[in-house]
T-cell receptor, first 112, second 115 residues
């Protein structure tokens, strides 16, 4: 069990550019979650997948954000036309159906 | 909607002293409750969880938490703090809606340990 991994760990981009993050969950976990954490705050839910189906999206997930989990394994989170307000830590977590969530190390995004 | 309040933003304790971090939740039914710890630049590590049953739960690293329904609280305790416990601690709640078990987090408590 290698845990949840995320790539990259850090990303610096200029405003207006597109970025994509990847999350590899624990292999047998069928649920995958994305959260966003800004400085001084707790993580906030963005979206979750059960297998390959995206079942819920937060109102925080604007039209510039898209997430996929094409084969029910890894997931990607893309942000188009980044804005400075997108600067945050993006956390991925995975779980079994009703189990606790295990978090990855996060991707820290800085938009300049 | 459910919410989680962690009233202490920062706490400083001396190494070897006892610790209590406060957490209150707002919800009509009994939620599932969690405490996570986050070291700088790292993801979240689960310390302990409460689903049902015994209201005093034991976790990793010597931590425990007590669920008090009458006070809507789930405070985290440790009898003797170690310098390596310095980190940020988050209380979280899950409401089972038949859908995803999305976590709602408090704003966190930053723990500093003085040697």
């Amino acid at each position: 069990d290698t845990g949840v991994s995320q790539d990259p760990r850090h990303k610096i981009t200029k405003r207006g550019q597109n970025v994509t993050f990847r999350c590899d969950p624990i292999s047998e976990h069928n649920r995958l979650y994305w959260y966003r954490q800004t400085l001084g705050q707790g993580p906030e839910f963005l979206t979750y997948f059960q297998n390959e189906a995206q079942l819920e999206k937060s109102r925080l997930l604007s039209d510039r954000f898209s997430a996929e989990r094409p084969k029910g394994s890894f997931s990607t989170l893309e942000i188009q036309r980044t804005e400075q307000g997108d600067s945050a830590m993006y956390l991925c977590a995975s779980s079994l159906l009703e189990g606790e969530q295990y978090f990855g190390p996060g991707t820290r995004l800085t938009v300049t | 909607a459910q919410s989680v309040t962690q009233p202490d933003i920062h706490i400083t304790v001396s190494e070897g002293a006892s610790l209590e971090l406060r957490c209150n939740y707002s919800y009509g039914a009994t939620p599932y409750l969690f405490w996570y710890v986050q070291s700088p630049g790292q993801g979240l590590q689960l310390l302990l969880k409460y689903f049902s049953g015994d209201t005093l739960v034991q976790g990793i690293k010597g931590f425990e938490a007590e669920f008090k329904r009458s006070q809507s609280s789930f405070n985290l305790r440790k009898p003797s703090v170690h310098w390596s416990d310095a980190a940020e601690y988050f209380c979280a709640v899950v409401i089972l809606t038949g859908g995803g078990n999305k976590l709602t987090f408090g704003t966190g408590t930053q723990l500093k340990v003085e040697l």
